[in-house]
Every structure is written in C-alpha cells, then in structure tokens.
C-alpha cells in the first residue's frame, strides 16, 4: 500500500474515479526506453489503483483502455496492447474476484479478437456478484462514435 490509510480523510473519498489511460508511450519516450515499457508500466499502475481504490472505499472505477482511435496506432503496438489485456485478466482476474471487484465492460468488444471477447464476458461473469469495486474497463469506445 502506497498511502497511509489513517490520513485519509473517508468523508472525502469520491463515489467515482474516471483514468483515461493516456500518455504511456510518452513516458517511456522520455526515459528512452520502447513504448511497449511504458504501456506494461501503465497496466501496473492500474493493478496498483485498483486495489487502493477498492481498499479506500471508492465505490466505481472506470478506466479508459482502448478507444476508437486507437485502432489508428501501428499494428504491432495494437497486438501488444491487446496482448497486454489478455494478461492482465490472465493473471488478475482471481485476484479481482479474491477482492470482490466487480468487472464491467463498456464499449464495442466485437472487433476484438474472439478469444478476448470470451475472457471479458468471463471475468464479468465471474465476478457480477460480487459486491465490491466496481471497475468499468472502456474498450473501443469513442464519443463521436456515441453521438
């Protein structure tokens, strides 16, 4: 745990934690190391806010993974991206359940590959009712496409 518990102030914790997960490829830039770092940095980083969140209190996480632009990137970092997801609910999600974290998926899954599609509705599956964490993964979401 990164924070000391006892001073933060419970009155003031907020219902609603929104992360856009942007800026990853940056960082790394700027430690001259490849983008691929800095995105397996940032997923480590959710690990982290996921469980401080859920130990704090917050009561919804949404974080903002892939959006529509993002199919815009190279092949090769969409493939590491999405590898990357694989990973993560590969290792996390009995964790998640562990923690009574509930995982929802917002956006349109259907250009994903098949296999992560199915570990998505399996993980919100597994952990629907639980009573925890509520923590909305946006993929492939995109507000001109919502409009």
């Not at 806010?49 to 632009?69: D, H, K, W």
């Amino acid at each position: 745990m990164s924070f000391e518990k006892n001073a933060v102030d419970a009155g003031r914790i907020p219902e609603h934690i929104a992360i856009i997960m942007d800026g990853n490829g940056r960082w790394a830039r700027r430690r001259l190391r490849p983008r691929s770092f800095g995105h397996r940095a940032g997923m480590e980083a959710l690990r982290r806010a996921v469980q401080t969140c859920g130990e704090l209190g917050v009561r919804v996480l949404t974080v903002y993974a892939f959006s529509t632009e993002n199919w815009k990137r190279p092949q090769e970092e969409i493939s590491f991206l999405m590898g990357l997801l694989q990973e993560y609910l590969g290792r996390e999600l009995q964790e998640l359940h562990r923690q009574g974290v509930v995982v929802r998926v917002l956006g349109d899954i259907s250009p994903l590959d098949p296999r992560i599609q199915a570990e998505l509705r399996q993980a919100q599956a597994l952990t629907a009712g639980n009573r925890g964490l509520v923590l909305n993964i946006a993929l492939n979401y995109g507000g001109r496409r919502e409009l």
